[in-house]
């Protein structure tokens, strides 16, 4: 009896906007917002940490500058992979709006796959730090680096299962106009974690420390 | 989406002849029939917010025998009651359970039965994300506690300072259980957040706009906005002391060049708004317990909402002054103690428009009212020797010693405890449809109003002598024995005073049964907000029909007018203007076994954390296949609303199962719903 319509993001289903609530956005529209609102303050505060021990990249015994490890191109190319995949992002949520079902299927799918590479970049990333000697319980430094982008890849790896929930929940039900939104949800999300990663990047790599 | 007009889903189950939807093919979705287990997976944000309460009952009456205890230990001299390392578990557990598992989801009980109800809405905007909040909230605190048969429980104060809080100084799992335990807790209450806000913004009915909510929504909106942005914070922080502990980080090792104050600054960040997540739902209950017993409206509503607010703003910007000796420099010093000072200015504004709407008011002296005075007066008191703190030297004085004690003990049991008491006693026949006995009301309220400052305002005292706070013991002669003793024999009387509660419970609902269940009535006080407007008990549905919202104190406006003297008149009695809940014809959010499987998954996920991760196997699959099967379940039960699917809708939507009523959502009572002839009685 139960219809196969496939409830996608926070649980819930939405392409049904013909009921009017208190300010015209959806229920789940709003959660989401609030829900990334609070996420601002956990990386806030991840990014805080990582701030206050930037500079603390000796243990005592061992010293190794984290700039001599990384990879600059490497990671800009993987962060470059992560931002597009917000260009297919809005792509997909373009063509479900239009009831262009194939290929806003095509587009998530996309989305899912950049997101896989960018996470694929993390772990090869963590791996070579690992081996050139900076663990997780090397120092501060190390500590507050793997939390904070451990964090993030964390959010990432959410936002290609609801990526890849909203694909293959929806095979039977169909992807049509009425479910624009809750590809819109995990668009919200997943450009949120995007933004989230300029930064990060920003603060981490690009600012030498002094 | 329908949710008029449609038969209820409770009550479909005695139909023995429908099919059962199985998501998943796996769990029989539940239908209610009556019985305990539909506590189990109900979604009624009425059921859900008794249930908070009482689990919060639950935790104090825990919370409130490790305060004997500590008061025992130290009713003498070199007292031998408790060892110094179990002396140092038991505070602890008292202010966290305190804390964490009593005011706030006390608080949550209030606000998940009544926002709802004064905004005139149907339900939450979320039911089974609500269900989901209380029970990671419940497994959450019995978590916690649970690290008392594991070799005992935190022992590193509530705010548990890094790295005093690291393995070096705490090798048992205490505060593995603090830090996980918090971890949950904070999941609960970021869920009810957002499920909360999104209610109050979006599912107010006609005519219900902002500055017409009642203060106490008011109040419960503030609150909720700051978790939401509060408890990221502190979750940080745990995660943070649970890596350090459990996979070797840094972040507190000092040896490595850590920052011990950063520790500090994350607490505290969340833990200064937590202050106001604590007191703001008292002050809404008392904004809405003394206009009614006084007779007269709250004075000066908008400076009330506004103060509110700006509470909340302002309580992001004081955390320092908890952090006065910890060498924070002299410019953050005096900024913190500035701003601190300042936000000593909406909450007094909140005092004195109590006592102005009590002024001039006919005044009903009865327990909740008695109660709502105890916090105004209790509270100020609270309040100026929180001013004292923020004046850095004396601060200084006054830091771990037992005037902090006393202070805040002031405002968290003389505000917001008392806050509850008085709430209780007022929605007590709306909740439970019987009305709570005042003589006995009264000396619960007498016993602890006195116990309180028998054992509260020695503290003061005390502090200033310098006796320090979290000491296990003291010695003779230091002056600490007479004001010790006086505290001790106060905590008991509060004790006293807790039990005069739970009988008065016990025997009101004795002689309600016996005198053949009489109904107090939709309103019983004479009251003003709309959760008085429908019947008491509160019908399952909470209204028949939307209300139509014109003015602030909607349901005074409808009882009463002015004659053309400008005197105030009677136009209807409140049975004329209410609704009896008679509409059975309202469509319900179907209950659900998820929310209580997912909650389930965290603690022994946690467990599996501290002593063998291969129980986070289980753990994560029991976490996967509930949300799974959540996201796989319908809200709404297809088959409760089927019997009469054909004409129950409204033509607009003729494929509607399919497209709309999978939404985990209702819309505010008729917030688009269209409007039935169903009939008010």
């Known amino acids: 009896m139960a219809s196969a319509t496939v409830a996608v993001g926070h649980g819930a289903d939405h392409g049904h906007e013909e009921h009017e609530t208190n300010y015209g956005m959806s229920n789940n529209k709003m959660a989401m917002w609030l829900f990334l609102s609070s996420d601002c303050l956990l990386f806030g505060a991840l990014i805080s940490t990582f701030l206050l021990y930037r500079t603390n990249i000796s243990d005592g015994t061992v010293f190794t500058e984290p700039a001599d490890v990384f990879d600059i191109p490497f990671t800009s190319l993987s962060s470059f992979v992560l931002l597009m995949s917000s260009l297919t992002m809005v792509l997909a949520l373009s063509a479900v709006k239009r009831g262009d079902e194939r290929n806003g299927r095509i587009w998530l799918l996309t989305t899912a796959f950049l997101g896989m590479v960018f996470i694929g970049g993390q772990v090869y990333e963590f791996t070579i730090f690992s081996a050139e000697g900076l663990q997780y319980s090397t120092n501060t430094w190390t500590s507050a680096f793997f939390t904070l982008t451990g964090f993030h890849g964390v959010h990432v790896s959410v936002g290609i299962l609801l990526l890849m929930g909203t694909v293959f929940g929806t095979r039977n039900s169909g992807l049509g106009k009425e479910k624009s939104e809750a590809v819109e949800l995990v668009g919200l999300y997943w450009h949120f974690v995007d933004i989230v990663w300029v930064i990060i990047f920003t603060v981490i790599y690009l600012i030498p420390i002094g | ?681």
């Not at chain 2, 709502?372 to 100020?380: E, R």
């Open chain 2, 1 to 681: 989406m329908a949710i008029i007009d449609r038969p209820l889903a409770i009550g479909a189950g005695d139909d023995a002849v429908e099919t059962v939807d199985r998501p998943l093919g796996s769990i029989t979705r539940p239908q209610e029939s009556g019985t305990w287990r539909d506590w189990l997976t109900t979604v009624d944000h009425k059921k859900i917010g008794i249930m908070y309460g009482a689990a919060a009952m639950f935790f104090f009456v825990i919370g409130g025998a490790e305060a004997l205890l500590i008061r025992l230990q130290l009713a003498t001299p070199n007292g031998t009651l408790l060892s110094p390392e179990v002396y140092n578990q038991v505070f602890t557990m008292h202010g966290v359970t305190m804390i964490f598992l009593v005011a706030m989801p006390m608080g949550a009980a209030f606000a998940n039965y009544l926002l709802p109800l004064q905004i005139g809405a149907r339900d939450v905007a979320f039911p089974r994300l609500n269900a989901l909040s209380f029970w990671v909230f419940l497994f959450g605190g019995l978590f916690l506690n649970s690290a008392w048969l594991l070799g005992g429980g935190a022992d590193g104060g509530w705010f548990n300072y890094a790295p005093n809080s690291t393995v070096t100084f705490s090798p048992s799992h205490g505060i593995d259980f603090y830090a996980l335990g918090l971890q949950i807790t904070g999941v609960a209450s970021l869920v009810g957040a957002i499920n909360l806000i999104t209610t109050v913004l979006n599912m107010r009915p006609k005519g219900m706009t902002l500055m017409r909510m009642p203060i106490f929504t008011w109040m419960n909106l503030v609150v909720q906005f700051l978790l939401l942005f509060a408890v990221p914070v502190i979750s940080v922080a745990l995660f943070e002391l649970t890596f350090d502990r459990l996979f070797d980080a840094n972040f507190f090792n000092t040896e490595a060049g850590a920052d011990p104050l950063l520790w500090q600054h994350l607490f505290w960040i969340f833990g200064h708004p937590e202050v106001y997540i604590l007191i703001l739902p008292s002050f809404g209950i008392v904004s809405e317990v003394i206009p009614v017993f006084s007779r007269k409206p709250i004075f000066g509503y908008s400076f009330m909402v506004a103060s509110g607010v700006a509470i909340g703003f302002m309580g992001w910007g004081v955390w320092a002054h908890h952090m006065f000796v910890s060498g924070i420099g002299p410019i953050s010093v005096a900024a913190f103690s500035l701003s601190t000072m300042f936000i000593a200015v909406p909450t007094g504004v909140k005092i004195l428009n109590w006592l102005a709407t009590i002024w001039g008011g006919k005044l009903r002296f009865n327990t909740a009212m008695l109660f709502a005075v105890g916090v105004v007066s209790m509270f100020t008191i609270g309040g100026l020797s929180g001013v004292t703190h923020s004046i850095a030297p004396a601060d200084t004085q006054q830091t771990d010693t037992y005037y902090i004690v006393a202070h805040f003990h002031y405002v968290i049991f003389g505000g917001t405890l008392l806050g509850f008491f008085s709430g209780f006693y007022f929605w007590w026949p709306k909740m439970f449809g019987y009305k709570l006995n005042e003589k006995l009301g009264k000396t619960n309220f007498w016993l602890q109003i006195v116990g309180f400052n028998v054992t509260f305002g020695p503290m003061h005292i005390l502090g200033l002598q310098g006796m320090s706070r979290r000491i296990d013991t003291y010695d003779a002669g230091f002056g600490f024995e007479f004001w010790n003793l006086v505290a001790t024999v106060g905590a008991f009387i509060i004790a006293l005073g807790i039990a005069f509660f739970f009988v008065n419970v016990a025997v009101s609902r004795r002689q309600w049964i016996a005198a053949g269940k009489p109904n107090p009535g939709p309103d019983p006080w004479d009251a003003r907000s709309l959760e008085w407007m429908t019947a008491s008990p509160t019908p399952i549905h909470n209204f028949d029909e939307e209300i139509t919202v014109d003015a602030p104190d909607e349901f005074w406006h409808r009882k009463y007018g002015y004659d053309t003297e400008g005197n105030v008149v009677r136009k209807a009695t409140a049975e004329e203007v209410a609704q009896d809940g008679s509409n059975t014809n309202v469509h319900l959010p179907s209950p659900s076994y998820f929310p209580i499987l997912l909650a389930l998954s965290m603690p022994i996920i946690s467990y599996g954390l501290i002593y063998s991760l291969w129980l986070c196997i289980p753990g994560g699959m029991l976490l996967v296949y509930s949300m799974v099967g959540w996201i796989f379940e319908h809200p709404d039960d297809p088959n409760a609303a089927h019997d009469d699917h054909g004409h129950d809708d409204h033509g607009d939507a003729p494929d509607e199962l399919a497209a709309g009523d999978d939404e985990g959502e209702l819309v505010g009572v008729g917030a688009g719903a269209p409007e039935t002839e169903a009939t008010n009685g």
